[in-house]
């Protein structure tokens, strides 16, 4: 059964970067579409980007269209999620999941979510 785990949060200024990571095991990630998602205080989880199996395509919400950029290399079983320009209201926890047996995007139904990772833009 597919495992995730988020690394990479933390505390950043205004206008900062992070590289979130998302790792996998348990199964080969190169199966799965990876989404990220987000949850804000307050407010429901968002879907804010989605790779493909493969790889080949990716697609962005439109808050982080522009800033933020998903990758993946299956043979570290590792996605990432590189955030550029951040702002206050990306404040939140930030999840990777998967659907079973999927490899496109979107994702419809997420099985497997890792533990998610908090990341606090602030000054």
């Known amino acids: 059964q597919l495992q995730l785990m988020e690394s990479g949060g933390g505390l950043v200024q205004p206008g900062g970067s992070l590289r979130l990571s998302c790792v996998a095991s348990?199964?080969?990630?190169?199966?799965?579409?990876i989404g990220w998602y987000r949850q804000a205080p307050g407010k429901e989880r968002e879907g804010i980007s989605c790779?493909?199996?493969?790889?080949?395509?990716?697609n962005y919400s439109d808050p982080v269209k522009g800033r933020f950029t998903v990758s993946r290399d299956n043979a570290k079983a590792t996605v990432y999620l590189q955030m550029n320009r951040l702002k206050p209201e990306d404040t939140g926890v930030y999840y990777c999941?998967?659907?079973?047996?999927?490899?496109?995007?979107?994702?419809?139904?997420?099985?497997?979510w890792g533990q998610g990772t908090q990341v606090t833009v602030s000054s």
């Open positions: 999941a998967a659907e079973s047996g999927w490899r496109l995007c979107p994702i419809y139904r997420t099985d497997y």
């Open positions: 348990g199964s080969t990630l190169d199966r799965y579409a």
């Open positions: 790779i493909t199996a493969s790889g080949g395509m990716r």
